[in-house]
């Protein structure tokens, strides 16, 4: 990323933190969200589980993210910042209580099983060209598993699959379902091609991870 954009990106996440932060006084129950997840487990609960649209890919593990990011998934879902219909039909269906519930939820699901901290892994070659491109580590952290505010992703790990398909959505405008709206993020992704793009998402996917898909069974 050079100088501008980053210094953009700097402004961009001073700007948008606090209110951030101040916008999550709504405390979350792990207990309440585990009675609202029905809508989510169809999907989330089964390993290996494939969406059809826009293409096939795998939906991303949700169990350890942190709560702070689904409630900003949601939201942006709710929104129409985040072009999805099955997402959106959900979202628009959930109270400010019920997002910060299923989001106390999954991150503690996350952490029922001790997950140790992953390695750091440094990139080399064209993949490391690549990270440092997009200043990937700026929002995501070191290893992809610490993101340096809470409405930000852990992606370590994630499928590859749905990695690539979320980087391209950050490139698409004007669809009127599908598509993500996003000052950084589409910043950063249309600086690559999609063979690049999916370079970066085989090279995340590849780190160890604190993410994973809890099966179904275990919601009974």
């Known amino acids: 990323m050079n100088k501008l954009l980053l210094s953009i990106f700097v402004l961009f996440v001073t700007s948008v933190t606090v209110p951030a932060a101040v916008g999550q006084e709504i405390k979350g129950d792990a207990k309440a969200g585990e009675k609202k997840v029905a809508m989510c487990i169809g999907c989330h609960g089964i390993k290996g589980y494939q969406a059809s649209f826009p293409e096939v890919y795998k939906v991303p593990m949700i169990a350890g993210q942190g709560a702070g990011y689904i409630v900003s998934a949601l939201n942006a879902y709710q929104k129409g910042e985040r072009k999805h219909p099955s997402m959106r ?11 910060a519930d299923l989001g106390a939820y999954y991150e503690a699901l996350g952490k029922r099983e001790v997950v140790a901290e992953p390695p750091k892994a440094e990139p080399t070659g064209r993949v490391a ?26 992606i370590a790990g994630q499928h590859a699959d749905y990695l690539f398909v979320a980087l391209k959505s950050y490139k698409t405008e004007a669809h009127a379902v599908w598509g993500r709206s996003n000052a950084i993020m589409g910043g ?33």
Do not use: R, W
Not at 89 to 99: P, W
Not at 129 to 149: M, Q
Not at 190 to 202: C, D, G, H, P, V
């Open 89 to 99: 039909g959900i979202a628009t269906s959930l109270t400010d209580q019920d997002m």
């Open 129 to 154: 060209e690549l990270v440092t491109k997009g200043a990937c580590v700026s929002c995501h952290g070191a290893n992809f598993s610490a993101p340096i505010a809470p409405t930000y992703p852990k």
């Open 188 to 220: 950063v992704s249309k600086q690559f091609s999609n063979a690049e793009l999916k370079e970066l998402a085989n090279y995340v996917h590849s780190l160890p991870t604190m993410l994973k898909t809890v099966p179904e069974s275990k919601f009974k």
